[in-house]
């Protein structure tokens, strides 16, 4: 189903992110390279596989609808959120980003991730959850 998918996608991102920040900090433009198309790839998986889930979700194709809509925006906004988060924290050093600053974001994007692998879990991977048996 979608949430094992979600998971494994989370997953998959929080390596992808580890490796990209081990390439920041030791200036490995390959590996880096490797990686982020990596975190780049599994960013559309999480995608569909989210949108596979919201319709298992909300029965009601009204509410699924609704949500996808809301789901769309959210996604949208965060293709700003990370593009931001590069620009906030590179205002320190006169505009140019620092690599202490892209291993800094990536971090973040981690725990984002992380955060979202355990929300994940918790509501539709973790027995005894009230959607853990509608094998979303």
Same mark, same amino acid.
């Given at each position: 189903? #979608?949430?094992?998918?979600?998971?494994?996608?989370? &997953? &998959?991102? +929080? +390596? !992808?992110? %580890?490796?990209?920040?081990?390439?920041?900090?030791? #200036?490995?433009?390959?590996?880096?390279? !490797?990686?982020?198309?990596?975190?780049?790839? $599994? $960013?559309?998986? /999480?995608?569909? *596989? $989210?949108?596979?889930? @919201?319709?298992?979700?909300?029965?009601?194709? $009204?509410? &699924?609808?609704?949500? @996808?809509?809301? =789901? *769309?925006?959210?996604?949208?906004? #965060? /293709?700003?959120? @990370?593009?931001?988060?590069?620009?906030?924290? #590179?205002?320190?050093?006169?505009?140019?980003?620092?690599? =202490?600053? @892209?291993?800094?974001?990536?971090? %973040?994007?981690?725990?984002?991730?992380? *955060?979202?692998?355990?929300?994940?879990?918790?509501?539709? /991977?973790?027995? !005894? =959850?009230?959607? +853990? !048996? &509608?094998?979303?």
């Amino acid at each position: 189903g #979608g949430a094992r998918v979600t998971l494994w996608n989370f &997953a &998959a991102m +929080a +390596a !992808g992110t %580890i490796v990209v920040i081990i390439a920041v900090d030791a #200036g490995r433009w390959p590996l880096f390279l !490797g990686a982020f198309l990596l975190v780049f790839a $599994t $960013t559309g998986l /999480g995608n569909g *596989s $989210t949108f596979r889930m @919201i319709p298992m979700i909300f029965r009601n194709r $009204t509410e &699924a609808a609704a949500v @996808i809509g809301l =789901s *769309s925006a959210v996604g949208a906004f #965060g /293709g700003f959120a @990370i593009v931001a988060t590069f620009g906030v924290l #590179g205002l320190v050093n006169d505009g140019r980003v620092p690599t =202490s600053a @892209i291993a800094t974001a990536f971090v %973040i994007f981690l725990g984002f991730y992380v *955060s979202c692998a355990l929300l994940t879990w918790w509501n539709y /991977g973790r027995r !005894g =959850s009230e959607l +853990a !048996g &509608a094998d979303i």
